[in-house]
Structures are given as C-alpha cells and as structure tokens.
C-alpha cells in the first residue's frame, strides 16, 4: 500500500492522471508492471493506492478519521447494522471498497446498501477483519488507522497478514 501528498490544490490537480502514472512507475520498479491489480482512493489532497499481483480482486478506501457523517446517515446504519462495534464512517468504507470490486453483481450502491432490502452481511471476524457476503459473493474486509486516517482493504480472501504491508 502506498500513500501519497498532492502538492496542489485538489480542483487544480487531475488526480486521475496523476495516480494512475505513479502506478505505473511504482510497478515498473517492483517489476510487477505486466500483470497486477490495483485500486485508487482519494481523500483531500491524500491518496493511496494498493498494488497486488497475487490477488484477484483488491479494493481499497481512505477516510480522515475526523470525517463527519450526517446523523440521518449515522441512524440509518445503526438500524441496519446495530449488531457491529464498529465506527459508521468505518461502515461505509467497507461499502466504498464493495462499489470498486467488479466482481460484485450488481454492483454495490450506497443508498441500496443501508436499507434491509439489499442483501450486505457484514460479520466480524477478528480484530478489524470483517467477513462480507454481498450476493453470493463472500470478501473480507479490514480497517487499518495510520496516521489520522482510516484505510479500508478488501480482499477475495483473508490473508491480511501474508499481503498487506505500509
């Protein structure tokens, strides 16, 4: 996983651009340029990016850890998800990291996700990690913090220990 500052002001900077070829720089160096996965998430002028060249399927998702949700939203989760000792803000990266995940069908929205009609298990499993059945598809999730972040990874399988690095 790896962290980078945008030194300009964020409506100045095409992100898109600029990520992508730092990715590919990063990749050549690793030597894993021909075939690797990868996944972008923007907070502020923050980024991070997460390379994998053993895995499927990687998402990634970072959030300031003082980011503020409205209470409607916070209400809304804790109804759905009273069951979870876990931050709301730290619920919806887990669904952040679902939307990017292509092997989700349909994909993951949102608005869908926090009501009882759309079918997103979330389960803990240990310390951080989170088993997610969405569908008939089973990933798991874990929230790292780092600095005065939250970093959300979601993987196809749970080998956070063998891959996950910062």
């Known amino acids: ?21 730092y990715l ?3 990749a050549k ?3 894993v340029f021909k075939d690797f ?7 502020g002028r923050y980024s991070a990016f997460v390379i994998s060249s053993d895995l499927n399927h990687v998402s990634l998702d970072i959030e300031r850890i003082d980011r503020r949700l409205p209470e409607s939203l916070k209400l ?5 998800y009273n069951d979870l000792i876990l931050p709301e803000l730290n ?5 952040e990291t679902l939307a990017k995940l292509p092997m989700i069908n ?3 929205i949102l608005s869908k996700g926090i009501t009882d009609n759309f079918p997103v298990d979330i389960t803990t499993i240990s310390n951080n990690i989170f088993e997610v059945s969405v569908n008939d598809k089973k990933v798991y999730s874990k929230i790292y913090t780092f600095a005065d972040f939250y970093i959300c990874v979601t993987l196809e399988e749970n080998v956070f220990d063998d891959c996950v690095h910062y």
Do not use: A, E, Q, W
């Not at 996965?37 to 907070?43: K, V």
């Not at 809304?76 to 759905?80: H, I, T």
């Open 1 to 21: 996983m790896f962290f980078t500052r945008y030194r300009s002001v964020k409506l100045l900077n095409n992100r898109y651009i600029l990520s992508r070829y």
């Open 24 to 26: 590919i720089s990063v």
């Open 29 to 31: 160096r690793l030597g």
């Open 37 to 43: 996965n990868y996944c972008f998430s923007h907070s």
């Open 76 to 80: 809304k989760l804790r109804g759905v």
């Open 91 to 95: 619920i919806i990266m887990i669904f």
């Open 106 to 108: 349909p994909p993951v």
